[in-house]
């Protein structure tokens, strides 16, 4: 069964409701792993540019194959993600992705010259492209997001060398607030995703309904053809209500049941 008409055989049941979101939640959040692990795989070898560019050419040879070796493991988890199917662990896919890159861009700091070095910008793009990308919910951003800091700070305090106390706090600073803005987008896009979902659910039983009453019309004695025209011409004067623009409606109390069919989308009756 799907997971959006699971919770719709009974629009009343917050549980099943719950349940279905969470299937729903569970495989939006697996494709999204494969689209960023696809995106990790097209741009890491692409900053090589930047590299050759900006670092001394010393180390180019081993930036080559720190990028190259995270390429090969992101390419390996896409693998694994298109022959699994989704589950509730399926989020797990997402730390992975970024840990990964993230690991690569704070060693590579290391090699820069440690906390002294610009390149830990790099991580700013991966927490913001995780969790613009990703649905899942805002703990798992900040987690995420913590995480990939706390990577960068063991690595260059154990193995960075020397460095400037301003500079760190600098780089603290902005990764900590690009974690924030990750949690607050994050937050918002899980809320926008659970109210769609509850909203096509409610579609989804009223459609649902609709077959239900035609099937009571019928075992109440009615003529099951007159039941069908009479419906029939329902659906096809749907084009007169829409010919006129939809009242506002300002209070929670309308006038009466109206009609339960959207306007939207021509949904069909």
């Not at 795989?41 to 692409?46: D, S």
């Not at 390429?71 to 989704?86: I, N, V």
């Not at 070095?117 to 793009?125: E, K, R």
């Amino acid at each position: 069964m799907d997971a959006l008409t699971a919770p719709a055989a009974s629009a009343h049941s917050q549980p099943s409701l719950a349940r279905g979101f969470d299937r729903y939640l569970e495989k939006l959040v697996h494709a999204w792993c494969e689209v960023v692990a696809t995106i990790g795989i097209c741009l890491v070898p692409l900053f090589i540019i930047l590299d050759w560019l900006t670092m001394p050419r010393e180390l180019l040879d081993r930036f080559f194959w720190y990028r190259g070796l995270v390429t090969a493991a992101l390419a390996l988890q896409l693998l694994l993600l298109k022959r699994t199917r989704p589950g509730p662990l399926s989020f797990l896919h997402g730390y992975a992705s970024a840990l990964m890159v993230a690991g690569t861009i704070s060693w590579m700091t290391v090699d820069a010259g440690g906390f002294d070095s610009t390149y830990y910008a790099g991580l700013n793009l991966v927490i913001v492209s995780v969790n613009l990308f990703l649905p899942w919910r805002a703990v798992h951003s900040a987690v995420n997001g913590l995480l990939i800091i706390t990577v960068y700070v063991i690595a260059n305090a154990f193995w960075g060398g020397p460095y400037h106390a301003a500079a760190l706090t600098n780089h603290l600073y902005f990764l900590c607030s690009t974690v924030a803005i990750g949690v607050a987008i994050s937050r918002v896009k899980h809320e926008l995703i659970a109210k769609e979902f509850r909203l096509r659910a409610e579609l989804v039983a009223t459609n649902a309904s609709l077959d239900r009453s035609r099937e009571e019309l019928s075992q109440d004695g009615f003529d099951p053809d007159v039941v069908e025209r009479a419906l029939a011409m329902i659906d096809r004067a749907e084009y007169k209500r829409r010919q006129a623009p939809p009242g506002v409606k300002l209070r929670p109390k309308a006038f009466g049941r109206d009609r339960r069919t959207p306007i939207t989308n021509r949904w069909p009756g």
